[in-house]
């Protein structure tokens, strides 16, 4: 058996590797780029474009392989959008669809799929558990709500997929829109909230995100989706405010009025000069909590990373990658690979 990576290098899929190949499994991976990473040297790499079906038919897939897909496009860099749709779809949806049918031709029936927390939408009620209603606010969350849609049509043909819609992942590799929050912190300068800041934020650790894909293995695939985030997330007022007093930072949190800001964003939206996605910045002041209690009933999963420590780790890869600080460490207790 070998365990087939869509994605194996990117975020996720590095951490998974590593965890697979520790075990002892025979691990392939299957991705537009090829990083030096040190566990390639008991690993396979084949060049796969997952927007390419013949690209997927070259790879030897057999019936008894588990497969993963973690390839996506995310919500960083910004899209205008007018380019959303073409942005997102080729890899996101039609690159899911090109992969299951490869498992089909292949009779490989098992597959841990990624989505996200954003197919939620507005919070309706809180916490979100796996039933919460789904209603995307744009062109990424749809294009992941269609993968689930897609999943439940093959799982009545036979197949298992396990799906797992995390919160905002974070580790050592990412920084995304967290740089430029970083960089107000730097430069001693207000940070803006959407809202009071009294509402929790949940981030999710890389290495959770890992080893969750893992254990949906280890549980023989279970056709269900699972919610993946932190335990007791704190207020965003709290969480920035600890990472200030971390930073030894000047600059101190400022509340807005949450509907003239996001009218305001609205309005650089439409006019195709975004400063955020609108999945991001319409739920920002609601209380986005994920109900993580369903993976530890189905597959023993229990996150081990505080969102205050995940935060300030991300800070400090930021500062030892931009001004090589010596000082900085990680609050995350593995290495990044």
Known sequence: MKHILFGGDGFVGRHLAQKLIQDGESVLVADIVKSDLAHYQRCEFVHTDVT????????????EDM??????????????????????????????????????????????HFTTDMIYGHTVTTPMTEDHPVAPLGEYGQSKQDTEVLAAEWRKRGMNISLFRPRLIIGPGRLGILEKLFKLIDHNLPVPMIGSGKNPYQFISVFDCAEAARLAWKAGVPNEAYNLGSLNPPP??????????????????????????????????????????????????????????????????????????????????????????????????????
């Open 52 to 63: 390419d079906p013949a690209a997927i038919a070259r790879l030897p897939i057999r019936p």
């Open 67 to 112: 497969v993963y897909n973690l390839s996506a496009k995310m919500l960083s860099p910004i899209m205008p959008r007018a380019k959303r749709h073409d942005f997102f779809y080729p890899v996101n949806y039609f690159g899911t669809q090109n992969i299951i049918h490869a498992m089909d031709k292949a009779g490989a029936p098992n597959l841990v």
């Open 236 to 337: 965003v007022r709290k969480l920035l405010g600890d990472l200030i007093r971390h930073a030894g930072s000047k600059s101190f949190l400022v509340p807005t009025p949450a509907w003239a800001v996001k009218r305001t964003l609205d309005f650089l939206d439409l006019l195709n000069k975004p400063l955020m996605d609108p999945e991001q910045y319409l739920i920002a002041d609601e209380e986005c909590v994920l109900d993580v209690s369903k993976g530890k009933r189905d597959l023993n999963w229990v996150p081990q990373y505080r969102d205050e420590d995940m935060l300030i780790a991300a800070y400090s890869e930021y500062r030892a990658k931009r001004f090589g600080d010596a000082h900085a460490h990680a609050g995350f207790t593995q290495p990044a690979e």
